[in-house]
């Protein structure tokens, strides 16, 4: 099966500009994660979907952050506007209801 | 809240030697344990989970309640070893929350 797919691999940005990625998940995963790892760091979970809906948001730094599943499927993240510690990897998964969670290769943003 | 914990950033063995990740967490549920590698320039990947009880390369990890642990083992280790690995947990809905990694270096 196809795995989960992110784009685009790398991103580079100044500050204060916008950036989005995406994410296409496995195809009949409902359950689809956005997590930021900086360097050095373990993932952090930012933004948990089941199907169409938000189930865990309280991590997500919403007064710059954004992310939407519109139809339950693929999925994307945006920053508005982005600052220098926001520079990590932007880590997609997505999961069945109840299994493993399967991860893209991510997106490393650097912020400058 | 719950929380992963990983006391080791890095970790160095040479090969052969015995191999144990230290992991502990801290849930009031029924907690569901993972352990994720991710190998130079690949994607983060399960290895293993607590409820299946199984080995996969050679790798085990049992839930132990009383000390809140689920510390990975491997007596004998590889080179293919090297690797990052997370503990994570999750609970309630799916909610998946990481360790912070340890690196493991196998040295030759």
């Known amino acids: 099966e196809a795995g989960v797919a992110q784009s685009p691999r790398y991103k580079i940005i100044e500050k204060r500009q916008s950036v989005a990625f995406w994410c296409n998940p496995i195809?009949?995963?409902?359950?689809l994660y956005w997590y930021q790892q900086i360097l050095g760091q373990g993932p952090k979970l930012l933004i948990q979907f089941q199907n169409n809906g938000v189930v865990d948001d309280s991590q997500l730094p919403k007064d710059r952050f954004s992310a939407e599943r519109l139809k339950g499927v693929d999925s994307t993240l945006k920053i508005q506007p982005a600052k220098l510690e926001d520079s990590a990897v932007y880590l997609c998964a997505s999961s069945q209801l109840t299994g493993e969670a399967f991860f893209g290769q991510g997106t490393r943003l650097t912020v400058v | 809240a719950q929380r992963v914990t990983q006391p080791e950033k890095l970790l160095s063995v040479f090969k052969g030697a015995p191999v144990e990740l230290k992991c502990n967490y801290s849930?009031?549920?029924?907690?569901?344990l993972f352990w994720y590698v991710q190998y130079s320039r690949q994607r983060l990947q399960l290895l293993l989970r607590h409820i299946s009880r199984e080995s996969i390369k050679g790798f085990t990890a049992d839930l132990n309640k009383g000390e809140t642990s689920f510390h990975l083992k491997k007596p004998f280790a590889q080179e293919e070893d090297s690797a990052m690995y997370y503990c994570a947990l999750i609970q309630g809905a799916q909610k998946l929350v990481f360790g912070q990694g340890t690196r493991l270096t196998i040295n030759p």
């Open positions: 849930y009031s549920g029924s907690p569901e």
């Open positions: 195809s009949g995963h409902a359950t």
